[in-house]
């Protein structure tokens, strides 16, 4: 039976080295000079989160607009990166901004692509299998429509679909 798995897969290559050439540029930027301003990349476990470091709000503010440039011309799509965190207050007058990369289909976006594939009357079925939600149709022509609805209707992740098996 033809199926493929839709998955949340950063290019984490692609995303260290933004990281890297970001901390480069802020390093000989001349509004960086004499600040302790940089990128630092953590990963626990499964989780892999960037943590943005500078002397003040507006720097933490260039620092993430350097950040998104980088990713933008290493082709990966910032919206594998989660901002909605609070900006922390360390020592002093530094702050921290901690920025969540998202990896593996959440359950919620799961049950969301599950509903999506059952409202579309197309003759394919979505099961959850842990992070990932594998679809198997009996077609190869469902599973290409499948596809194509994914990409319409969820829009606020970069899912990408890999393992396509006839």
């Given at each position: 039976m033809p199926s493929f798995d839709v998955v949340l897969e950063p290019d984490l290559v692609e995303l260290?080295?933004?990281?890297?050439?970001?901390?480069k540029e802020i390093g000989t930027r001349f509004d960086f000079k004499g600040?302790?301003?940089?990128?630092?990349?953590?990963?626990?476990?499964?989780?892999r989160q960037l943590q943005l470091l500078a002397d003040s709000d507006?720097?933490?503010?260039q620092v993430r607009d350097i950040l998104l440039a980088k990713l933008s011309k290493r082709g990966v799509d910032v919206r594998f990166l989660d901002f909605?965190?609070?900006?922390?207050k360390l020592?002093?007058?530094k702050?921290?901004?901690?920025?969540?990369?998202?990896?593996?289909?959440?359950?919620?976006?799961?049950?969301?692509?599950?509903?999506?594939l059952k409202q579309s009357?197309?003759?394919?079925?979505?099961?959850?299998?842990?992070d990932t939600v594998r679809v198997t149709g009996g077609k190869r022509d469902d599973l290409q429509g499948a596809?194509?609805?994914?990409?319409?209707?969820?829009?606020?992740?970069?899912l990408s679909f890999n393992n396509f098996r006839d």
């Open positions: 260290r080295n933004a990281v890297d050439q970001s901390n600040s302790s301003s940089h990128i630092d990349s953590v990963e626990t476990g499964k989780k507006f720097q933490i503010n909605s965190a609070k900006l922390e020592g002093g007058d702050v921290r901004l901690t920025v969540e990369v998202k990896q593996g289909v959440d359950s919620d976006t799961a049950k969301k692509v599950q509903s999506a009357k197309l003759k394919v079925q979505g099961s959850i299998q842990g596809i194509a609805l994914l990409r319409k209707e969820v829009t606020d992740l970069p």
